[in-house]
């Protein structure tokens, strides 16, 4: 499994994070994408635009309306990608909370 | 109260941050005192074993994660920089056991581990450059970080069901 560099880059950027979890619950047309936000409508466009590249974001045309949904397949990619370093990290601190937790009670 | 974990990757660097329920000086200590460090560093079931621990700018700590099999993987972490109860910058590198770094299969990585206090507790955010991101995806594919996996699991098990603390 191949996972280009720009999908990591595209959710690194609170925009794009806040764009994809807009559209986790429901499909969304470019319009009511940017009312959320106070960007232009075009800044919106680009973003989606680099969201759509790396294959998160898939386009749906419905009628004169395109709407833009998640491609969780490739949200999963990114969760699996990261998955080794989240369980050594959290594995770590479980450990470390417990050892702040002997301290206090010295 | 639960304190999560956030992972983030941006090209060839990785941030991580966390909440701690316990003021900066102390999570200071857990993260700059080896006797502290071998008891959380290795994620189970691997357990830190420290050789050296000389934390000072120039100094450096030398240590083993040793696996169930007491199999051993070396590592060291030289520290470039240090600013008390505030951040400390250093590198990370693969060794053998007399602490000569193994800089051709991983040229190391640099760490900045920066302590914020945040309510009564701390946020530590840690900070990870790989000299590339093919390092990066060599790292994320050695196999002693997927073995976490089911033992991570276990002890999720045991701090939720109560038996730890």
Known sequence: ?106 | MENKTKITKSANRMVVLRNFDAPVPQVWRAWTDSELLDQWWAPKPYKARTQIMNFIEGGFWHYAMVGPETEEMWARFDYQSICVHDYFKGKDSFCDADGVKNEDDFPGMDWTNTFIESGEGTQVRVEITFKSEIDMEKIAKMGFIEGFTAAHQNLDHLLKSGAVR
């Not at chain 1, 047309?29 to 940017?34: E, G």
């Open chain 1, 1 to 106: 499994m191949e996972i280009r560099r720009d999908v990591f880059k595209a959710i690194a950027d609170p925009t794009r994070r806040a764009i994809l979890s807009l559209i986790a619950s429901q499909a969304m047309t470019p319009n009511s994408l940017a009312e959320h936000f106070d960007t232009s409508r075009q800044a919106v466009s680009k973003h989606i635009k680099i969201l759509a590249e790396c294959q998160l974001v898939e386009q749906q045309q419905a009628g004169r309306e395109i709407f833009y949904q998640l491609n969780p397949e490739k949200m999963k990619e990114v969760a699996d990608w990261l998955a080794p370093f989240t369980q050594l990290w959290e594995s770590r601190f479980s450990q470390l909370d417990e050892v702040l937790h002997n301290l206090k009670n010295k």
